[in-house]
């Protein structure tokens, strides 16, 4: 009941997507669709997986929403500012403020060690204050604050992943866009990087997820499935795995 008798304030999702269209072109000749009409809202708050089969275009439809890509046709509106009408340095403004991106190959620089990756993006762009101490925070955040000083080399691959993750997490965004990010890791780092990303969206964070693995897919609340380029189905996940429990009873993700 609301006492005053006044509805709450309607929710703005963060991502709204109408008829999202992208071709790749390949010389004169060849024509791929790689998005062929996507609709898509995500709600502050939501964790979604994105699943479908190679080639589907959910790279395609990941780096639109990190505005890495520009649509061919549609709209997509970021937070409320429709992406295609802005400058850009409005862009850079609102991709810094919403967006933090993971890879599935981590993309750190070799020659950095684990803090000097983390703040390598306020080093080309951002609020640069405290950026030594903020890398570090990033790091604890994620488990990694004994590593501080070491190269990806000597690192894991889950902690590379936990780097990038600092890395993506460094301005705060609104959301982490995520292209499987549990690809290149066996079932027990890729337990640790969900029940990561499952404690920033309990703390609000939105995240969404590529994943060929439905066992990766099962730890969200929401699975859109894509197919040939749209949104084929998207259905929520009644009772979503907790990471953090399968770690505590020796149980990976993807077994
Ligand atoms: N830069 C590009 N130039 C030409 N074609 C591309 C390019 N990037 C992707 N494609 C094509 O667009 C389609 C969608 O690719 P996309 O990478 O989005 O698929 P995906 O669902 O992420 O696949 P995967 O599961 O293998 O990562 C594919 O047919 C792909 O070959
Ligand atoms: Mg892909």
């Given at each position: 009941?609301?006492?005053?008798?006044?509805?709450p304030?309607?929710?703005?999702?963060?991502?709204?997507?109408?008829?999202i269209?992208?071709?790749?072109?390949?010389?004169?000749e060849?024509?791929?669709?790689?998005?062929?009409?996507?609709?898509?809202?995500v709600?502050?708050?939501?964790?979604?997986?994105?699943?479908?089969?190679?080639?589907?275009?959910?790279?395609?439809?990941?780096?639109v929403?990190?505005?890495?890509?520009?649509?061919?046709a549609?709209?997509?509106?970021?937070?409320g500012?429709?992406?295609?009408?802005?400058?850009?340095?409005?862009?850079?403004?609102i991709?810094?403020?919403?967006?933090?991106?993971?890879?599935?190959?981590f993309?750190l620089l070799p020659?950095l060690n684990?803090i000097e990756n983390?703040?390598?993006?306020?080093?080309?762009?951002g609020?640069g204050?405290?950026?030594?101490?903020?890398?570090?925070?990033?790091?604890?955040?994620?488990?990694?604050?004994?590593?501080l000083?070491?190269?990806?080399?000597?690192?894991?691959?889950?902690?590379?992943q936990?780097?990038a993750?600092?890395?993506?997490l460094?301005?705060?965004?609104?959301m982490?866009?995520?292209?499987e990010?549990?690809?290149n890791?066996d079932?027990?780092?890729?337990?640790?990087?969900?029940a990561?990303?499952q404690?920033?969206?309990a703390?609000?964070?939105?995240?969404?997820?590529?994943?060929?693995?439905p066992?990766?897919?099962?730890?969200?609340r929401?699975?859109?499935?894509?197919?040939?380029?749209?949104?084929?189905?998207d259905?929520?996940?009644?009772?979503?795995r907790?990471?953090?429990?399968?770690?505590?009873?020796?149980?990976?993700?993807a077994?």
């Amino acid at each position: 009941m609301i006492a005053s008798g006044r509805l709450p304030p309607p929710r703005q999702p963060v991502v709204r997507l109408r008829g999202i269209t992208k071709t790749y072109r390949i010389g004169r000749e060849i024509e791929v669709r790689a998005l062929r009409g996507v609709d898509l809202d995500v709600m502050p708050g939501e964790f979604v997986a994105i699943m479908g089969p190679s080639g589907s275009g959910k790279s395609t439809l990941m780096n639109v929403l990190g505005c890495l890509d520009a649509p061919d046709a549609g709209t997509y509106e970021l937070a409320g500012q429709t992406v295609a009408s802005l400058s850009d340095g409005a862009l850079a403004a609102i991709r810094n403020r919403h967006v933090g991106f993971v890879f599935q190959t981590f993309n750190l620089l070799p020659r950095l060690n684990a803090i000097e990756n983390v703040e390598l993006p306020l080093v080309y762009g951002g609020d640069g204050r405290d950026r030594r101490p903020r890398a570090a925070a990033a790091l604890e955040q994620v488990g990694l604050g004994d590593r501080l000083h070491h190269r990806p080399s000597e690192l894991s691959g889950g902690q590379q992943q936990r780097v990038a993750i600092a890395r993506a997490l460094l301005n705060d965004p609104s959301m982490i866009l995520a292209d499987e990010p549990t690809g290149n890791l066996d079932s027990r780092s890729s337990a640790e990087i969900l029940a990561i990303f499952q404690r920033l969206n309990a703390q609000g964070k939105t995240v969404v997820m590529v994943t060929h693995e439905p066992d990766v897919a099962a730890h969200c609340r929401r699975i859109v499935r894509m197919r040939d380029g749209v949104v084929a189905h998207d259905d929520p996940v009644a009772a979503p795995r907790r990471a953090e429990e399968e770690i505590a009873a020796g149980i990976g993700a993807a077994e």
